[in-house]
Each structure stands twice: as C-alpha cells, then as structure tokens.
C-alpha cells in the first residue's frame, strides 16, 4: 500500500529447488514497465491505475447502499404486513381468564386475550428472504399484546398451552414492551410474562415487561423504571442485562430461576 492510501497486487516469484531470495514485484515497478514495453504492451500511467480502482471501489460502495437500502425496506414492509395482523388478531381474540400456559406457570391473566381462530398473512420471512403465505395466530394461542416507543400495538407474542413462545414472524419484536399495572408506585423491568407477573402479585409493583434480557437495556431507554426483576440464568445473562440498564436489580437466589 502506497502512503496515499492506494492498494497494488504483489507477486514473488522464487524457485523452491534453489535457495534464492527470489523476485518481488507490482505492477507499479518500473521494472514491470519495462517488461511490458519490452513485450509490446501498453503501459498505463499511475493515475489511469488509480483512477481505476477509485471507480471500482465507488461502483461496489454504491451498490451497497442500494442493497442495504432495499434489504431496509423489505424489512419495513414486513413489520407493517406483521403488525396489521397482529392488530386484527388482538381486536378479534377473547379476553383470557383461563389458559394452559396460566396455569403451568399459577399466574393469572393481566388483560391478555385468547385467539379463537387462525389469522393467515403474507409475511416477510428474513432468513430465508422472502414471503410467505403463513399462519400467523392459531387457535387457542394466549396473546400478549406488544407495544413500541410510542404506545402503538405492533406484535403479540404468543404463547401454547405447553409454554412454547413465538412472535408474528417478520414482526418488531426487540425494544417493545407490555405493562401489568401496580400500586406501589414502584415500577420494575422484567423479561418474561411469568416472571413479572409473579413480581407484581408479590410486590404491588408496576412491572414493564420486555420480553428478552437483550431488550431489557432498550426498553429502560424509555421507560421510567426503578428496578429489573432479573433471571438468574446460569450463564449470567440476566445479571449482565439487568446491569446494562444501569438500575437496581434484584435476582432470586438460585442460579438457574427466575421469580416464578
């Protein structure tokens, strides 16, 4: 690399049946020069070289950004496609009392709801890069309602009777945040629906949901929170995400259990 920052292609050329130190050369050398002008061939001047690899460079940054642009933009018509039929599923489910996931877990429902029917839609399906015609909601799914910054609905996470969590793929899912209201007047940050649910009942507190410890960080970005109800998560991920929110924390005393 020249000290104006331009880059030249290097070859040595050495005989490995003799001990020599070899031939170093680019195509910059003037040796090099005189042996293309020894052969008959044109020799292009410095700036010509350089000029040519600006553009090359130019041409590959600019492409780029036009695939960055479109891969940004898929991805935004695919969380507006998740978030509409998230909204229907929310606005045609049933309010929950009972479930097979309350119960596994002995918390009760904080407004939550039941999906009564399947809620097909063409979603944008990101590791595999397309869309897809899927069911979205299924039947009987529990729905808690996820909400972004500004307070809009735009994913649910759904949970089956046996646990198993899932969210309206291609859908926002990290930095939303749900809300059990409390009467402490504290309000604490939790991960899951069971762990905070389990915190209020025992607390008062007002519990924030977001959903994974990697959000907890996110979601104390904007919300006015006086302390996370951490996971105590055998490989210290819960302890490590309740400390990137720079608040209080509390943890139960065995590793490997959360407040449930």
């Given at each position: 690399t020249?000290k104006?920052?331009?880059s ?6 050495k005989?490995?049946?003799r001990?020599e130190d070899?031939?170093?050369?680019k195509?910059?050398d003037?040796a090099?020069?005189h042996y293309?002008?020894d ?15 600006r553009a090359?460079?130019e ?9 960055a642009?479109e891969d ?5 018509e695919?969380?507006a ?8 599923a929310?606005?045609a489910?049933?309010a929950?009392?009972?479930h ?12 939550l ?16 890069g397309?869309w ?5 909601v299924?039947?009987g799914d529990?729905l808690?309602?996820m909400?972004n910054?500004?307070g809009?609905?735009?994913n649910v996470?759904?949970i089956?009777a046996s ?6 793929m291609g859908?926002?899912?990290h930095g939303?945040h749900?809300r059990i209201?409390?009467h402490s007047?504290r309000?604490?940050?939790?991960e899951?629906y069971?762990?905070?649910?389990t915190?209020?009942?025992a607390?008062g507190d ?6 994974s410890?990697g959000a ?9 929170a006086?302390l ?7 490989s210290?991920t819960g302890?490590?995400a309740?400390?990137?929110?720079g608040?209080?924390?509390?943890m139960?005393p065995?590793?490997g259990?959360?407040?449930n």
């Amino acid at each position: 690399t020249d000290k104006d920052g331009t880059s030249w292609p290097a070859i040595t050329f050495k005989s490995f049946k003799r001990a020599e130190d070899g031939t170093f050369w680019k195509p910059r050398d003037l040796a090099w020069q005189h042996y293309q002008q020894d052969r008959g061939e044109a020799v292009p001047d410095a700036e010509e070289r350089r000029a040519a690899y600006r553009a090359k460079i130019e041409a590959a940054a600019a492409a780029a950004a036009a695939a960055a642009a479109e891969d940004e933009r898929t991805q935004a018509e695919g969380r507006a496609a998740a978030a509409a039929v998230a909204v229907e599923a929310w606005e045609a489910a049933e309010a929950c009392e009972v479930h097979g996931y309350l119960s596994l877990k002995s918390v009760v429902s904080h407004g939550l709801r039941v999906a009564r029917r399947n809620h097909r839609a063409r979603l944008w399906n990101d590791e595999a890069g397309h869309w897809q015609d899927v069911v979205a909601v299924r039947s009987g799914d529990l729905l808690i309602p996820m909400s972004n910054e500004a307070g809009q609905l735009v994913n649910v996470q759904r949970i089956d009777a046996s646990g198993k969590k899932r969210f309206v793929m291609g859908g926002r899912a990290h930095g939303c945040h749900f809300r059990i209201e409390g009467h402490s007047g504290r309000v604490a940050l939790a991960e899951g629906y069971a762990t905070g649910s389990t915190w209020a009942a025992a607390t008062g507190d007002t519990v924030v949901l977001a959903f994974s410890a990697g959000a907890l960080a996110v979601v104390a970005g904007y919300v006015q929170a006086d302390l996370v109800a951490a996971d105590n998560d055998a490989s210290g991920t819960g302890e490590k995400a309740a400390k990137a929110t720079g608040l209080p924390y509390h943890m139960p005393p065995i590793v490997g259990a959360d407040w449930n």
